[in-house]
């Protein structure tokens, strides 16, 4: 949330279409052969760059990649920065929250007022991350 105004920092309807087809093109891309379960995200950077990733399943379950992980490695393979905007899709193209591990993940690259797209509607870091552990916590 924006700390000066209290309201949610501007991203149109054309940023928010233009991370959902990113997010749509990353899931196609997935590689999902054991729950068939395809995820794609992407995300807008503060210097306006879009980033994407999809999930990569792995048959030792535990080692699979959820798509926002590769999202933060593009993120960081295309320069760095902090994360704006976020939008997170399933196999129909339908808005999907992160899961905990993830919305830790984003917590920690995410800029001051980053909000992401939910099945919700448009929410803060803060709202699906309230009292996040971060860097401040060591």
Same mark, same amino acid.
């Given at each position: 949330?924006?700390?000066?105004?209290? &309201?949610?920092?501007?991203?149109?309807?054309?940023?928010? *279409?233009?991370?959902?087809? &990113?997010?749509?093109?990353?899931?196609?891309?997935?590689? &999902? !052969?054991?729950? %068939?379960? %395809?995820?794609?995200?992407?995300?807008?950077?503060? /210097?306006?760059?879009?980033?994407?990733?999809?999930?990569? *399943?792995?048959?030792?379950?535990?080692?699979? @990649?959820?798509?926002?992980?590769?999202?933060?490695?593009? @993120?960081?393979?295309?320069?760095?920065? %902090?994360?704006? &905007?976020?939008?997170?899709?399933?196999?129909?193209?339908?808005?999907?929250? !992160?899961?905990?591990?993830?919305?830790?993940? @984003?917590? *920690?690259?995410?800029?001051? /007022?980053?909000?992401?797209?939910? !099945?919700?509607?448009?929410?803060?870091?803060?709202?699906?991350?309230? /009292?996040?552990?971060?860097?401040?916590? @060591?």
């Amino acid at each position: 949330m924006n700390e000066s105004s209290g &309201a949610l920092p501007v991203v149109g309807e054309p940023e928010w *279409e233009t991370l959902r087809m &990113a997010a749509v093109a990353a899931m196609e891309r997935a590689y &999902a !052969p054991y729950s %068939k379960f %395809k995820v794609g995200a992407a995300a807008l950077t503060e /210097d306006g760059r879009i980033v994407s990733g999809c999930n990569v *399943e792995n048959a030792a379950y535990g080692v699979t @990649l959820c798509a926002e992980c590769n999202m933060v490695g593009e @993120l960081f393979a295309t320069g760095g920065g %902090k994360l704006h &905007a976020f939008y997170c899709v399933d196999s129909s193209g339908a808005a999907l929250m !992160p899961c905990g591990r993830c919305r830790q993940l @984003l917590s *920690e690259h995410s800029g001051s /007022d980053m909000v992401l797209m939910t !099945p919700h509607g448009i929410q803060t870091m803060e709202q699906v991350l309230p /009292d996040a552990f971060g860097p401040h916590n @060591l």
